[in-house]
């Protein structure tokens, strides 16, 4: 698979042009008027996440190849019962003293609800965007899930979350957004759901067989479904087809050369909200996928990992590792480290970020003797 650059504000900018199949950007500035909300500040969220049973969440680091440091709440329940998790997020090479974008987090809800998220930030603020929403979201689920249905509680915390940054981060999140993958499941009964905006992927796969069983799909603009809505909502959407058949789209307010989003839907990206670009998520009951799976697993994964490898080779690595009779977890780690040496040798001056999330009830780590 061809290695090339995230969406164009991962450069930490905010317009530019191609060079190849980059986009080198330039600087720019703006701010949004958001509607009025009641505020949540960061004592308040860290006072949700110690009444849960268990909240994890990723600080990002700016040293290049580094993990990223993460804060832990909640109950002293690190995983439950039966379940295995990992959770790896790792900063690329773009250039001095730049942050990784990229956040994660896990929750073990009182009412026995599981949420992993996964962020990618793009934009001057990215990092600030990404960490907020993987805060938010299972606080924004908390909220809901007693009185809705997944299929309507995982929109709803999307939009909340969204309308969260137009109050509390209003000029971060004008030029600057994340991209999301969330995955739920409920520990007792196994009703699992993924809901995601952007290109952070998430995947269900078999340990015991190595085949996918489901695959989300990336929400690019020159997918015919996403170009009409941003088409009718009046963007400018530039697409770039090679001689290979890889298609490449940006989206940008008209006649502006700003801000050349690779990605069709997100949080923040305020500047193109009118434009069609959103924030609403795509939802997925994966509940019988995961029943028909001998051993079901999870991996979740940004797009830093996913233009390096498709989903099936990263099952591989844990499907494999399993076979051989090795420690599974540590196969997210290596997910990144792998991922990061493909870069470099493809791009040579330039690693994105990378963030992998590995999740599977433990008893399916091990070969059945």
Not at 8 to 37: C, E, F, I, N, Y
Not at 147 to 153: I, K, N, Y
Not at 172 to 186: L, R
Request: a negative charge.
């Amino acid at each position: 698979m061809r290695l090339f650059h995230g969406d164009a504000s991962a450069q930490r900018s905010l317009s530019g042009h191609w060079q190849g199949r980059r986009w080198t950007a330039s600087s720019s500035t703006a701010t949004a008027v958001a509607p009025p909300k009641q505020r949540l500040f960061a004592r308040d969220l860290d006072s949700w996440a110690e009444s849960v049973l268990g909240h994890v969440h990723s600080r990002p680091s700016s040293e290049p190849y580094s993990l990223s440091p993460t804060r832990d709440f909640g109950g002293n329940v690190e995983t439950p019962e039966d379940w295995s998790i990992s959770l790896r997020s790792a900063a690329g090479l773009k250039g001095s003293a730049s942050p990784n974008q990229d956040a994660f987090s896990y929750t073990l809800l009182r009412c026995g609800w599981i949420v992993c998220v996964a962020c990618d930030g793009h934009g001057e603020q990215g990092e600030v965007v990404a960490e907020r929403v993987t805060r938010m979201l299972p606080l924004l689920l908390d909220r809901h899930i007693s009185s809705m249905s997944l299929v309507d509680a995982l929109p709803q915390a999307f939009l909340d979350a969204q309308a969260d940054l137009e109050q509390c981060f209003k000029t971060a999140q004008f030029y600057s957004g994340a991209t999301m993958a969330v995955f739920c499941i409920h520990q007792d009964s196994h009703e699992a759901w993924f809901a995601h905006a952007g290109d952070s992927l998430a995947v269900l796969g078999d340990l015991a067989t190595g085949r996918t069983h489901f695959i989300t799909k990336e929400h690019k603009a020159h997918n015919p479904t996403e170009f009409r809505r941003l088409e009718s909502c009046g963007a400018q959407v530039i697409k770039k087809r090679y001689e290979d058949g890889e298609v490449v789209s940006r989206v940008f307010i008209p006649r502006t050369g700003v801000p050349g989003l690779a990605m069709s839907r997100s949080l923040g990206a305020g500047c193109l909200k009118k434009f069609g670009v959103v924030a609403d998520p795509e939802v997925h009951d994966i509940s019988d996928h995961w029943k028909k799976c001998i051993a079901p697993c999870v991996v979740m994964a940004t797009d830093g990992l996913w233009d390096t490898m498709d989903p099936e080779e990263a099952l591989v690595e844990f499907a494999g590792r399993r076979r051989r009779g090795l420690q599974v977890l540590p196969g997210a780690e290596a997910l990144v480290r792998r991922s990061q040496k493909l870069w470099i040798e493809s791009e040579g001056d330039y690693c994105d970020d990378v963030t992998v999330l590995f999740m599977a009830p433990s008893a399916g780590l091990q070969v059945q003797q």
